[in-house]
């Protein structure tokens, strides 16, 4: 499956227009989407796009560590990533790039960092810093980070410009740094589905990269089914482009195969399941509800409907597309009966953990708690973890580091504190036992 940032982007001209009228105009903005919607690819289109604008694509997942400097250093180094060759403020940038990872004190590493934004201001002019992926951070800075940023905005005006990608709207993130948040005042841009023609669009050229022809009715059961929104459109479309490379050449019988992998597609699945856990326990609900011909609570039908995950049609409330809306119909269905802890649904393939779908584990990592699992609560020796997750012909190959790396990596998965495993235990010098609360 194509990832956001590869894939070209399709339409969007509003979305677009908003943003370069910002980056242009020294305009705090903020984006916001739902996983995979297209953020990453807006961003991306700025690039190079206000001239005379020296605009700085910044993944914030790449952080080296969750700390100020780290975030200082990230910005320092996506700059230096930016910046030409010959840019005469270059080694300033490098210089406190060196400072920052090699950090002395707190104090002298800002210093280091407002020194080099100081310097790369005075050169280039104007700088638009593109925040994307910002939700994690400014959920787990401390304060003063973002307090910081403020002042910094304050002190330069519209030579520094902050455009921020989130899956919320800021002041959803977190409640103690307002004055950053007044930056965005009546510039938030919650990016919609693509429309039709985008859509079918995206999806021939996805085909193209694929190296399969979609014909229209292939097209119109891709966008009938995944609606506008960009992952799912990539996925459904690559598991038809499977269902076409196996010879099947009646459309509509690619169509109902289609259909019936959905529910087990990872690529699918995966798609639906990063979107669910992204939102928040009210917007869950609120999804449910729908699903279950309920009435939804304010705010957070508000919210919902502002991320284009819901919307009116002539028979009421509907969600995003059919594939979404079958997956949160079986959500609803298992979280009915589910109390908690973890819980495997052999049938689907998924795993869930207080009533949370996993994102799609690998085939080891699924074998393990499938297998421990089914005996849950009691224990389970090495010798059987070999003989029924790798196989027989495996017995005098798998030793004791192995396995316990792939227990390793279940926790990591699973466990609210891996170190302090509460669902997945060992039993010293006999094996390991799942535990369902």
């Given amino acids: 499956m194509t990832s956001a940032s590869s894939t070209p982007i399709a339409g969007r001209a ?21 996983n995979n919607m297209g953020k990453t690819a807006v961003l991306r289109a700025l690039e190079g796009a206000a001239p005379g604008v020296l605009t700085v694509y910044v993944d914030c997942n790449r952080v080296l560590e ?25 080694p300033q940038a490098q210089h406190a790039h060196q400072i920052l990872v090699a950090p002395t004190t707190l104090l002298e590493d800002a210093y280091a960092f407002v020194a080099a934004l100081r310097d790369i201001i005075d050169c280039e002019g104007r700088v638009v810093l593109l ?35 989130t899956s919320h709207r800021l002041p959803l993130l ?12 009546y510039r938030t841009r919650y990016l919609a589905p693509l429309t039709t023609s985008e859509a079918e669009t995206y999806t021939q050229e996805f085909g193209d990269q694929l190296g399969v022809t979609f014909d229209a009715a292939d097209i119109g059961f891709i966008h009938a089914q995944a609606d506008g929104h960009p992952g799912l459109l990539r996925a459904l479309a690559n598991l038809l482009a499977g269902l076409i490379d196996q010879g099947m050449t009646d459309s509509s019988e690619r169509h109902r195969e289609a259909l019936a992998a959905v529910p087990h597609d990872p690529n699918i699945q995966g798609e639906c399941v990063a979107m669910w ?40 409330l509907q969600l995003l597309c059919p594939i979404f809306t079958n997956f ?26 207080n009533g949370r779908a996993l994102p799609p584990l690998t085939d080891l ?29 495996y017995l005098d190959q798998v030793d004791d580091d192995r396995i316990e790396r792939l227990v390793a990596r279940v926790r990591e998965k699973i466990e609210p504190d891996p170190r302090q495993p509460r669902f997945l235990t060992t039993v010293r010098g006999r094996g390991y036992r799942l535990k369902a609360e």
């Fill in 14 to 34: 509003g979305d677009l227009a908003f943003a370069r009228r910002c980056a242009q105009r020294g305009e705090h903005c903020s984006i916001v989407g739902v």
């Fill in 66 to 90: 969750w700390t100020e400097v780290g975030f200082y250093e990230l910005l320092v180094r996506a700059i230096l990533d930016t910046l030409p060759p010959d840019a005469a403020c270059r």
């Fill in 131 to 165: 925040l994307d992926e910002f939700d994690d951070l400014l959920r787990r800075l401390d304060a003063r980070v973002f307090l910081n940023l403020r002042g910094l905005a304050d002190q330069y005006g519209n030579a520094l410009t902050y455009i921020t990608a």
């Fill in 174 to 185: 977190r409640a103690d740094v307002e004055p950053f948040y007044e930056l965005f005042n």
């Fill in 277 to 316: 856990n992204e939102l928040f326990d009210n917007e869950r609900d609120a999804l449910a509800a729908v699903v279950a011909g309920q009435e939804p609570a304010e705010p957070a039908l508000s919210y919902v409907r502002a991320k284009h995950l819901l919307h009116s049609a002539d028979r009421g």
């Fill in 328 to 353: 949160v119909a079986r959500e609803r269905r298992l979280q009915q009966g589910d109390k908690g802890g973890v819980r495997v649904d052999r049938e689907r393939g998924d795993v869930y953990i």
């Fill in 365 to 393: 990592e699924y074998k393990l708690l499938a297998l421990l699992n089914q005996r849950q609560g009691q224990i389970v020796d090495k010798y059987q973890i070999v003989e029924k997750v790798w196989g027989e012909a």
